[in-house]
């Protein structure tokens, strides 16, 4: 079998440990994610999906445990360093793309892995232009014609499908989305997961997405995960995740923790 492209061993994090108020937010997680492995992640408010997405980016240090992506080891290495690795979209459209750049440039940019000074030194050549015009077609948004908008101008959904575009620019090893569509509306967010499965599908580029929605959860993806408490209470993949429904997820929650889940916006998103 090919390596894991991710290799989480007995991860651990604790908040204010060995004070009164110590929360144990990760508990022994381990977990690999064979290539192309497209995971969606759910689970109730303070589960530590944001934790555990934190702790592989880098942008939260490890209290125990070792995170490999694709083999190295990167458990104590920079968020700068892995982010050569990694590509993140959060929630908030605004934070993927410079505001005052037009699209085109944005996505130079992106190609440039964020370096300044070929941006500046290269400018968008044309058959670049070509390249981001075929792929801007292809969310079948219209964006082809928007090449020269500033992206501040532009919608959060529009604006998210781009910031997807730009963080598989260059195929990650590993792609993390972080609710990406939970502040766009129900008909938006439809549009920007459709563009997600879409874009990894074609890549094969492997996956983790947090989602507040149990049935986009069912929908996409070809392995599902359900945090609580800190650990891994579900872990479905293939044909046994694929006849499931938001009610049988609901049992199995329940049967694995001995509670309802009480996350509202879950239960709402049915
Ligand atoms: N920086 C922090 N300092 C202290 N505690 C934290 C910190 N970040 C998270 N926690 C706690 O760790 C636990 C897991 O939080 P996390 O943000 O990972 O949950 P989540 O599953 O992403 O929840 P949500 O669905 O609400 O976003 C929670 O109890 C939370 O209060
Ligand atoms: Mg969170």
């Known amino acids: 079998m090919a390596e894991p492209v991710l290799q989480i061993k007995g991860l651990h994090q604790y908040f204010e440990k060995g004070t009164p108020s110590e929360n144990h937010a990760l508990d022994n ?3 690999d994610l064979e290539p192309g492995e497209f995971v969606a992640i759910i689970g109730g408010n303070g589960a530590g999906k944001s934790t555990l997405l934190n702790s592989i980016a880098g942008s939260l240090p490890v209290s125990f445990g070792q995170i490999k992506i694709a083999g190295e080891d990167v458990t104590y290495q920079s968020v700068e360093k892995r982010a050569k690795l990694i590509s993140r979209v959060f929630q908030d ?12 440039e944005n996505l130079s940019l992106a190609l440039k892995r964020g ?23 292809s969310l079948g948004l219209g964006l082809e014609t928007r090449l020269n908008a500033e992206i501040g101008m532009l919608s959060g959904g529009q604006r998210q499908a781009i910031t997807l575009l730009m963080a598989t620019m260059r195929q990650p090893e590993l792609l ?12 938006t967010s439809a549009t920007v997961m459709n563009i997600t499965d879409q874009i990894v599908k074609q890549q094969q580029i492997t996956t983790l997405m947090i989602t507040h929605n149990m049935a986009d959860a069912l929908k996409f993806g070809n392995r599902l995960i359900m945090l609580d408490h800190g650990k891994i209470a579900i872990d479905i993949k293939g044909d046994e ?3 499931l429904t ?4 609901l049992d199995m929650f329940k049967e694995k923790s001995g509670a309802e889940m009480t996350d509202d916006s879950v239960l709402m998103s049915e």
């Open 29 to 31: 997680i381990n977990l």
């Open 93 to 104: 459209p605004r934070q993927g793309s410079a505001p005052l750049l037009t699209v085109e």
């Open 115 to 137: 370096s300044w000074r070929n941006f500046w030194n290269r400018g968008v050549k044309r058959n670049e232009r070509a390249v981001f015009r075929q792929k801007l077609e």
């Open 176 to 187: 993390l989305l972080d609710e990406h569509t939970a502040a766009l509306d129900p008909q």
């Open 241 to 243: 995740k694929k006849g």
């Open 246 to 249: 938001v009610p049988d997820l």
